[in-house]
């Protein structure tokens, strides 16, 4: 499989223009005796440009949901259509390269690598992606840059505050222009400063016409979003537009 | 993965960050490298040294020495004493297919007198042809005796090394006159000294050697106490000793069957079973060292498997960003096969230091001079790449089949 190693965040998405189509979604983590239904039948559409929080308690399977999103769990049953291409059926290298090129990730833990620089996390994905050694500084540090980083790219995640981690992990999200950003808690582990600098930067993405998806307890947050998703007992039971 | 630069850069501080165990790990594969690599090159030193010590009696000769019959033929009884002479040499040389070279050999312990000393020397009787069979080569300076020595009974004497030390002390043997059986004899040569394990007439670095012509008249011996002969490959000479047999037992009236009429000494035989038994030593040795290697490959394998759990959640993070397994398991063997090569080169540079301190130390006349030929490195490399690979691949595939989100979780 070919993707184009750019394409517009907003663009290019499958037949009918929607970027994440899922359809009785469902799934069942068996574990030998006891079989829990995380997910008992989504249907999701997810159109260009926009930005979904996805809220409910715990335990509700909103996390479950994220995974199956951005193609790092397979669902155990329904369809899923990732920009047109459909990515329920396929192996591990395939799902591999679709997280690469379609999805970037931010997590409520950052993720970084903590013996790489600021600058090696960000050229990561790239690296996976095939891209050269010089495309890929360039645009990682082009990545940090947009993210207020400029001045911290041969910093360790170490040598880094929580806020500045998390800009870092939103650099490496967008290093490879994904279809779609996910984003799992991705305030929880921050100070209400540093929290708000990510919503503020993850709102400012929306703006310039990317698709997030977000999985957030913060009422904040979810409040920035224009669409509210809430998942109880692996279900979805409401989906309703924000009033601007 | 484009970038092998920074897979180097990010080994070597993964290394360096946990030196203790990096260390042990690499110890663990220069151990078994020099064990397979030291083994087989004192393996095959031991080999070249004997193989030269053999030599020293002869290069694959047959020795052949006329004895009694042990079986009647043609109405004639048991128990008859083979002779044999110039002529039946002779005879043999224009018979018998296939002979490359033969000489008669005539013994007798005469007394040999130089200055005011005196020794009885093991003194042989033989062609010009014999110094090649036997490895007799002159020192510096010298020669054997040679045709026309022969052809006109010349009084020249070729000495043995140690006998020449011993009879002229410092003075140099060529050139000088020795009496021997009460006949003023002229030294052509000096034997080189040479390394010899077996002899069937004393060692040839206290003989002297004449012409046989000379020693016929000089002694009135007329039969010879053996001969010698070869064929033109070692291969040969077990078909030639036949033909010998039968041409003599014709000439000599003996059953050419008869194991006892001729005493054969083939010395292809010792070559041949000496070979055989290196093999088998040195594929001994080799499993002792691919064993001492394993058990260090192993080593290496659990170093790996404790890398990978340490890594699980760096895996995790990677196979989300998009890295497929391969390149997972691509990183971890190559990590491996890093580490086995870093091991196996400072290994085979012990091994090979080791092969040059052996070089020219008391410990060389021992067990000879172990050789790290290309051969050893060769092999010794190949296992060391596969035990390397073998060591990677199971944590490596591990670590590739790990589910990114249970991964990251931990």
């Known amino acids: 499989m070919n993707w184009p190693l750019t394409k517009k965040h907003n663009g290019e998405a499958g037949g009918n223009g ?8 469902t799934k069942v983590y068996d574990t030998g005796k006891i079989k829990v239904e995380a997910l008992r039948g989504i249907d999701l559409v997810v159109d260009p440009g926009e930005f979904v929080a996805i809220v409910g308690p715990s335990g509700s399977g909103k996390s479950t949901l994220l995974n199956l999103v951005g193609c790092l769990d ?77 001045d911290r790219v041969e910093h360790r995640p ?48 929306w703006g310039q016409g990317r698709t997030l998806v977000v999985v957030t307890h913060d009422k904040g947050l979810a409040r920035r979003a224009g669409r509210v998703v809430e998942i109880r007992d692996g279900l979805v039971v409401t989906d309703e537009l924000a009033v601007a | 993965m484009t970038s092998f630069g920074s897979f180097l850069r990010q080994l070597a501080r993964d290394l360096w960050s946990q030196k203790l165990r990096t ?37 694959r000769i047959v020795i052949a020495w006329p004895s009694r019959t042990s079986l009647p033929f043609e109405g004639l009884g048991k128990g008859r004493r083979v002779r044999v002479d110039e002529s039946d040499i002779e005879f043999l040389e224009r018979r018998v297919e296939g002979l490359a070279a033969i000489s008669s050999e005539y013994n007798d312990n005469l007394r040999a007198r130089y200055g005011g000393r005196t020794r009885l020397v093991d003194v042989s009787g033989v062609s010009p042809v014999f110094g090649v069979m036997r490895n007799m080569i ?25 006998l020449a030390d011993d009879l002229f002390g410092d003075v140099d043997p060529v050139g000088e006159e020795v009496m021997l059986h009460g006949s003023p004899f002229l030294v052509v040569g000096v034997l080189k000294a040479k390394d010899q394990d077996s002899s069937y007439s004393g060692r040839d670095h206290s003989k002297m050697i004449i012409p046989s012509t000379t020693f016929m ?71 002792m060292g691919v064993l001492t290697l394993t058990v260090g490959g192993i080593g290496v394998s659990n170093i790996m498997n404790v890398v990978v759990e340490e890594r699980t959640r760096e895996i995790g993070i990677k196979m989300a960003l998009g890295a497929r397994g391969r390149t997972v398991l691509g990183q971890f063997l190559l990590e491996t096969m890093v580490l086995t090569a870093i091991g196996g080169l400072i290994g085979l540079a012990l091994t090979w230091a080791f092969c040059a301190a052996v070089a020219g130390s008391p410990v060389e006349n021992a067990i000879g001079t172990p050789v790290l030929s290309p051969g050893i490195a060769l092999l010794t490399a190949s296992v060391l790449g596969l035990v390397g690979f073998l060591a990677g691949f199971f944590p490596a595939r591990n670590a590739a089949r790990l589910d990114p989100v249970v991964a990251m979780k931990l």
């Open chain 1, 158 to 205: 170490t040598e880094l505050s929580g806020g500045q981690m998390q800009r870092v992990a939103i650099a490496r999200a967008l290093a490879m222009e994904p279809d779609i950003v996910l984003a799992d808690e991705p305030t929880g582990n921050l100070d209400t400063g540093s929290g708000s600098d990510v919503m503020s930067l993850l709102t400012e993405l």
């Open chain 2, 217 to 287: 008249a000089l002694t009135g011996q007329r039969w010879v106490d053996l001969f010698i002969y070869k064929a033109p490959t070692p291969d040969g000479n077990e078909a030639l000793t036949k033909r010998v047999l039968a041409a003599l037992g014709e000439r000599k009236r003996f059953d050419p069957t008869d194991t006892q009429a001729l005493g054969i000494w083939d010395t292809t035989e010792m070559f041949v079973w000496f070979d055989t038994f290196m093999l088998a030593f040195k594929l001994f040795l080799g499993f």
């Open chain 2, 23 to 59: 260390f042990l790990t690499v110890f663990g594969i220069i151990w078994g490298t020099v064990a397979v690599a030291l083994l087989l090159a004192v393996g095959e030193g031991v080999h070249q040294r004997q193989t030269r010590s053999f030599a020293g009696l002869g290069d």
């Open chain 2, 138 to 162: 002159p020192a510096e300076g010298g020669r054997f005796i040679n045709p026309t020595d022969m052809a006109e009974r010349r009084r020249v004497v070729f000495v043995g090394n140690e």
């Open chain 1, 74 to 150: 397979t669902p155990t049953d329904g369809s899923y259509h990732l920009g047109g291409e459909a990515v329920a059926g396929l192996d591990r290298d395939a799902l591999a390269d679709v997280r690469n090129r379609r999805v970037g990730f931010v997590f409520q833990n950052f993720n970084l690598l903590p013996q790489l620089t600021a600058l090696e996390n960000v050229e990561m994905p790239l690296l996976f992606g095939g891209v050269g050694r010089r495309e890929r500084r360039r645009r990682a540090l082009d990545q940090l840059a947009r993210v207020g980083l400029a």
């Open chain 1, 18 to 25: 929607h970027i994440i189509e899922m359809v009785g979604i």
